[in-house]
Structure formats: C-alpha cells, structure tokens
C-alpha cells in the first residue's frame, strides 16, 4: 500500500510539474553532475514514474509468489524441494519476506522521489554541476530496502536449523520420541 501511495503521489506531482518544466529535462547524472538531457515529453518526464510502476509490479508479484510456495518445514516425507526455488522455512519466514520485498518496493518510490527532484528541479541545470551528495542520498531508501530483504532472508535461513530439528525430533507435531542433548 505505501508503494501505491507514493507512486499516486509521484503521478501528482509529475502532472502539476509539467507545464512548468523547461524544454530540455535533465535525464542522466553522473558523479559530476546532468551529462545528459531530452526533449520535455511525457515520456521523458514520466520516465522514473513508469520504471517504479514496473517495478512495483514485479515486487508485488514477488511478494506473492513468495507466500504462495511450499515451505521448506511443510514439505512432505520424499518430497524433494525444487534447486531453483529458494524456498522460505516456515509460513512465518515467508510473510517476513513478502513484507520486506514489498518494504523494497516503497523503498525504491522514495528513491524515485528523489530522481524525480533532481530532474524536475525548474531552475536550469549547469552542466557539470556537482550532484554526487544528493546521488547519495537518493541512493539511501534503496539500500535501506535491500537490507530489509536480506535481513528477512538471512533471519529465514538462520531458522531452517530449528525447523528441520522440530521435523527430526517429532516436536512439530507433539508426538514422537524425546531425545535428550548429547553430552558431548
């Protein structure tokens, strides 16, 4: 829900900018500042609009897909788990994971908010102008988001132990023999 609200924000924003933006829009910056512009055009101006629309997209199919696979913990008995599938342990893991894909997905609007800043900026741009910090800073959200994933993901795996010992020992269903920890 955040993502959408910052890509309906984004929109918003894009549609009253607009009339006001120059004839050309800065569209690439690097370390040293834009080094490339285009042609006002809604494309050209939508262009981070659009790429977070698709991108939002593919998180939340993502998310999904991630609650819709089997569990590692509830894989039958000869049930071998796929090698391509990267199978969360338990439902738990994979609500954890599908909340912070979809984090990243916020996430990375907040960092189109801040692309969509540098080239909607009205006053003119100087050619090599040094933009470095604010590239920084856009930057931020973003790997805040991917930290999120792989903090989910690290903390899923770190539990795949406890899942398969509860499966072994027969404590995930209640029943089975109790084994002691071994003295050594």
Same mark, same amino acid.
């Given at each position: 829900?955040?993502?959408?609200?910052?890509?309906?924000?984004?929109v918003?924003?894009?549609?009253?900018?607009?009339?006001?933006?120059?004839?050309?829009?800065?569209?690439?910056?690097?370390?040293?500042?834009?080094?490339?512009?285009?042609?006002?055009?809604?494309?050209?101006?939508?262009?981070?609009?659009?790429?977070?629309?698709? $991108?939002? &997209?593919?998180?939340?199919?993502?998310?999904? =897909?991630? !609650?819709? *696979?089997?569990?590692?913990?509830? @894989? /039958?008995?000869?049930?071998?788990?796929?090698?391509?599938?990267?199978?969360?342990?338990?439902?738990?893991?994979?609500?954890?994971?599908?909340?912070?894909?979809?984090f990243?997905?916020?996430?990375?609007?907040?960092?189109?908010?801040?692309?969509?800043?540098?080239?909607w900026?009205?006053?003119?741009?100087?050619?090599?102008? $040094?933009? &470095?910090?604010?590239?920084?800073?856009?930057? =931020?959200? !973003?790997? *805040?988001?991917?930290?999120?994933? @792989? /903090?989910?993901?690290?903390?899923?795996?770190?539990?795949?132990?406890?899942?398969?010992?509860?499966?072994?020992?027969?404590?995930?269903?209640?029943?089975?023999p109790?084994?002691?920890?071994?003295?050594?």
């Open positions: 829900m955040p993502g959408l609200l910052t890509l309906a924000g984004l918003a924003w894009g549609i009253v900018v607009y009339p006001r933006l120059p004839p050309q829009v800065p569209q690439h910056f690097g370390s040293d500042g834009v080094d490339a512009y285009a042609d006002k055009s809604v494309g050209s101006v939508f262009l981070p609009v659009l790429v977070h629309a698709g $991108a939002l &997209a593919l998180v939340a199919g993502t998310a999904y =897909a991630t !609650l819709r *696979v089997t569990p590692a913990s509830e @894989l /039958g008995p000869g049930r071998r788990a796929f090698g391509l599938v990267n199978r969360p342990s338990t439902r738990e893991g994979a609500r954890r994971i599908a909340k912070a894909q979809l990243l997905g916020f996430c990375l609007g907040l960092t189109m908010a801040g692309s969509c800043k540098l080239m900026d009205t006053a003119p741009h100087r050619r090599g102008a $040094a933009t &470095a910090g604010p590239l920084v800073l856009v930057l =931020a959200p !973003l790997a *805040v988001g991917t930290l999120a994933v @792989l /903090g989910a993901a690290l903390w899923d795996r770190r539990s795949v132990p406890a899942a398969k010992t509860k499966k072994a020992t027969g404590t995930e269903t209640g029943g089975g109790h084994r002691p920890p071994s003295a050594g």
